[in-house]
């Protein structure tokens, strides 16, 4: 009944887990899902506020434009001016999206012809090997290791891969790995793509999301970025809106231009009281943003020393809320912590074969349920 395309898309494994879960809630155990990758903590008020009123609105009750309310990608605009340095005409170079996985998952339909190279990290963010295969286009798996501090290493592709490459997906700061990228390896890619002419598209979902003072860079900072590629960003991880589903595409007008065509032709945009929050967000008071990072980082603190007590080779993440701990056999670890201690982890394989040897914890619980976490599996032969 199904297409052939549908094998082909990643193993849905956190099926199994989610199994697992649901069984021993029904045993009753209080189980610490320390999986999800979504924030615990509320939008803050002042944007649901925004959407409440903007939602009353029957002006706001048709179809949104396709590319988004100019007064959106002008907040865009705006906010990567004053976030980043990086200055975008707001017509051409900003595209609005119902949220980043919906501009990742489309933007290889609009470049990538059938049997193109997709370049993308393993392990990484599952969409972008879907964004390729719906595509038809041929994934080239890029392994990062901790070796490489979690970068893919460029010269390592070979070269006939490179010449059929049409588009490279990164990452920094990255999902599941946590490793950010210094703004060298940004200018590192847009040599390389220069040089063999292909797209970049850089998902910066994670950029407010950092600690000890540590700023991550746009891709678009680096000199000549514009030129080669875009940057899909989101307010979701930012603001905690992962349900309103609003993120923006920002770089290269052609490309932009690309992905606008096929979003035309699949969906009618994003509900424009959505939008009138998501100006709210981006314009009004960041104060949220810099608690938000307080808390997330406390919760890190607490769960890198738990973890390195009991004896991981663990390092304190500068962004992202994830800790992405080595461990030996990913799969039987999460069980095994699941089973005999109630607390859901993410397989390393979940996100690619090069994710083995590790579990991504997720710290969007309350510091007392990581703590919780920690001392039970103190208890532990792990
Ligand atoms: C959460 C996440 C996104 C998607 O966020 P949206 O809610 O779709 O904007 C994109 N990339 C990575 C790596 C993520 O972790």
Redesign the pocket.
Known sequence: MYARRMDHLPPYLFARIDDMKDEKLRQGVDVIDLGV?DPDLPTPPHIVEALCTAARDPKNHHYPSYAGMLAYREAVAEWYQGRFGVRLDPKEEVLALI????G?AHIAEAFVNPGEVVLAADPG?PVYKTSALFAEGRVHELPIRADDDFLPVLDDIPADVVRQAKLIFI?YPN?PTAAVAPISFFEEVVEFAREHDIIVVH?N??SEITFDGYRAPSFLEADGAMEVGIE?H?L??TYNM?GW?V?MACGNPDIIAGLGRVKTNVDSGAFNAIQHAAITALTGPQDSVARACSIYQERRDVLVSGLSDIGFDVQAPKATFYVWAPVDDCMAFAAQLLDQAGIVATPGVGFGRNGEGFVRFAITRSIERIAEAVDRMRGLDL
Not at 99 to 102: I, P, T
């Open positions: 990758g949220g980043s996985k919906e990742i963010y990452n999902n998902d979902a994670y899909m989101s979701s991880k992962t589903r993120g």
